[in-house]
C-alpha cells in the first residue's frame, strides 16, 4: 500500500491567547495549524507510518501554511483539492488556567472544504491505503463533506480496508438530535469506533459506569472493537468477542489540552495496525495521550523513542 493511514477532514489556523492572557484584551496571539484528521495524520507520521490527507485548500498562503506545516511533519498532501474560492476556517483559543477553562472560539463557516463538491473530490485514491480513519466533525461541516466522508467509507468497506471513526461530537457545529442521526450509519459500519465518554451520553443516552457505557455502543453499533475514552480517567475497549482492556491515564504535566483525544486516536491506531494487539493499542493510545498534554499547540510532536520510553508506565495500568 502506497499509505498506511488516510483520512479525510477540515485542518484549520489556530490563533491561541498566551498563557494568561484574555482574548479580548490580549495584542498578540500564537499562530498554529490543527484539525482532528490532521493531528491524527501529523502523530502518526513523526512515529513512522506513512500517512496522506485529503481534503479542499484555497490558494492562498493561509492554505499553503497548512500544507507545507503538515508535510512538514512528514504527511503526504497529493491529495489536496486546491480551490480559487473559499477560505481556511480560523479557531481563536483562550487559553485557561485551573479554575478558568479554555474556551474555544471558531471562524469556520463556508471555509473551503466546507463547499466541497462530492461530485468531483476525488475518492478512487482509497485503493492505496491500508487504513481510512473518520470523525464525526466533518460530516458536521455540511452536506458535501457528509457525502464524501460516506463515498469513502462505503469504498473503503467494499475495498476490505478497516476503517476507524472517532465520534468526536461538537456542539458548536450541531445538535445532539441531528449528530446522534447522522453519525449512527457511520458508526455501524466501522472497525474501529472511538468514542468519548460524554458524547456516548450526550448523543445516545448511554449511562453507567464505563464498562457499560462502552457495551452499549457496542450492541448498539456491533463494531469489531468499541472504544470509550474517558479523559483523566483512561480509556476502555470491548471486542465483539467479548474481550475488554481497561487502562489508566498516566500522570501528565498539563501545558495544553487540545489534541489529546486525537494523540490517542493515533497511538491507538499505531499500536494495532499491524496485528491487531488491542492490549498493545491502549497502551500506546494512553502514553501518546499523555505525552501530548506536556506540548503546546495541537499537535503531538513526539518521536517513536520518546512514546516507547513512556511505555513502561503504561503497563503497570491494564486491567484485562
Same mark, same amino acid.
Given at each position: 500500500?502506497?499509505?498506511?493511514?488516510?483520512?479525510?477532514?477540515?485542518?484549520?489556523?489556530?490563533?491561541?491567547?498566551?498563557?494568561?492572557? %484574555?482574548?479580548?484584551?490580549?495584542? @498578540?496571539?500564537? =499562530?498554529?495549524?490543527?484539525?482532528?484528521?490532521?493531528?491524527?495524520?501529523?502523530?502518526?507520521?513523526?512515529?513512522?507510518?506513512?500517512?496522506?490527507?485529503?481534503?479542499?485548500?484555497? @490558494?492562498?498562503?493561509?492554505?499553503? %501554511?497548512?500544507?507545507?506545516?503538515?508535510?512538514?511533519?512528514?504527511?503526504?498532501?497529493?491529495? #489536496? @483539492?486546491?480551490?480559487?474560492?473559499?477560505?481556511?476556517?480560523?479557531?481563536?483559543?483562550?487559553?485557561?488556567?485551573?479554575?478558568?477553562?479554555? =474556551? #474555544?472560539?471558531?471562524?469556520? &463557516?463556508?471555509?473551503?472544504? &466546507?463547499? #466541497?463538491? +462530492?461530485?468531483?473530490?476525488?475518492?478512487?485514491?482509497?485503493?492505496?491505503? !491500508?487504513?481510512?480513519?473518520?470523525?464525526?466533525?466533518?460530516?458536521?461541516?455540511?452536506?458535501?463533506? @457528509?457525502?464524501?466522508?460516506?463515498?469513502?467509507?462505503?469504498?473503503?468497506?467494499?475495498?476490505?480496508?478497516?476503517?476507524?471513526?472517532?465520534?468526536?461530537?461538537?456542539?458548536?457545529?450541531?445538535?445532539?438530535?441531528?449528530?446522534?442521526?447522522?453519525?449512527? +450509519?457511520?458508526?455501524?459500519?466501522?472497525?474501529?469506533?472511538?468514542? !468519548?465518554?460524554?458524547?456516548?451520553?450526550?448523543?445516545?443516552?448511554?449511562? !453507567?459506569?464505563?464498562?457499560?457505557?462502552?457495551?452499549?455502543?457496542?450492541?448498539?453499533? %456491533? &463494531?469489531?472493537?468499541?472504544?470509550?475514552?474517558?479523559?483523566?480517567?483512561?480509556?476502555?475497549?470491548?471486542?465483539?468477542?467479548?474481550?475488554?482492556?481497561?487502562?489508566?491515564?498516566?500522570?501528565?504535566?498539563?501545558?495544553?489540552? =487540545?489534541?489529546?483525544?486525537?494523540?490517542?486516536?493515533?497511538?491507538?491506531?499505531?499500536?494495532?495496525?499491524?496485528?491487531?494487539?488491542?492490549?498493545?493499542?491502549?497502551?500506546?493510545?494512553?502514553?501518546?495521550?499523555?505525552?501530548?498534554?506536556?506540548?503546546? !499547540?495541537?499537535?503531538?510532536?513526539?518521536?517513536? &523513542?520518546?512514546?516507547?520510553?513512556?511505555?513502561?508506565?503504561?503497563? %503497570?495500568?491494564?486491567?484485562?
Amino acid at each position: 500500500m502506497r499509505w498506511e493511514v488516510v483520512s479525510f477532514g477540515e485542518t484549520m489556523i489556530r490563533l491561541a491567547v498566551p498563557l494568561g492572557e %484574555r482574548l479580548e484584551t490580549t495584542r @498578540q496571539l500564537e =499562530v498554529g495549524i490543527g484539525g482532528t484528521e490532521a493531528n491524527v495524520l501529523v502523530a502518526l507520521a513523526r512515529l513512522g507510518r506513512r500517512t496522506a490527507w485529503a481534503s479542499v485548500l484555497p @490558494q492562498n498562503p493561509l492554505g499553503e %501554511r497548512i500544507a507545507r506545516e503538515l508535510a512538514w511533519h512528514g504527511v503526504d498532501v497529493s491529495l #489536496v @483539492q486546491w480551490v480559487s474560492h473559499g477560505r481556511i476556517g480560523i479557531y481563536f483559543l483562550d487559553t485557561g488556567v485551573p479554575p478558568r477553562p479554555t =474556551v #474555544v472560539l471558531y471562524d469556520r &463557516a463556508r471555509s473551503a472544504i &466546507a463547499l #466541497v463538491d +462530492p461530485m468531483v473530490f476525488p475518492t478512487d485514491w482509497i485503493v492505496d491505503t !491500508g487504513w481510512l480513519h473518520l470523525t464525526g466533525i466533518t460530516p458536521a461541516l455540511s452536506e458535501g463533506c @457528509q457525502r464524501v466522508a460516506w463515498t469513502l467509507l462505503e469504498r473503503a468497506r467494499v475495498l476490505g480496508v478497516p476503517i476507524s471513526f472517532d465520534v468526536n461530537y461538537r456542539s458548536r457545529l450541531w445538535g445532539a438530535e441531528e449528530a446522534a442521526r447522522v453519525l449512527a +450509519p457511520f458508526c455501524a459500519q466501522t472497525t474501529i469506533l472511538l468514542c !468519548g465518554e460524554g458524547d456516548a451520553r450526550t448523543l445516545w443516552g448511554l449511562a !453507567g459506569e464505563p464498562e457499560q457505557i462502552a457495551a452499549g455502543l457496542a450492541e448498539r453499533f %456491533r &463494531a469489531p472493537v468499541t472504544v470509550v475514552t474517558l479523559g483523566d480517567g483512561g480509556a476502555v475497549a470491548l471486542t465483539r468477542d467479548g474481550d475488554k482492556v481497561s487502562v489508566g491515564a498516566l500522570p501528565a504535566t498539563v501545558i495544553d489540552r =487540545v489534541g489529546a483525544g486525537d494523540a490517542f486516536a493515533a497511538g491507538f491506531l499505531h499500536g494495532y495496525v499491524d496485528d491487531r494487539d488491542l492490549e498493545r493499542a491502549m497502551r500506546y493510545g494512553t502514553a501518546l495521550a499523555a505525552l501530548k498534554l506536556t506540548i503546546r !499547540g495541537d499537535l503531538a510532536l513526539v518521536s517513536a &523513542a520518546e512514546l516507547e520510553a513512556a511505555l513502561a508506565e503504561t503497563r %503497570r495500568t491494564i486491567v484485562r
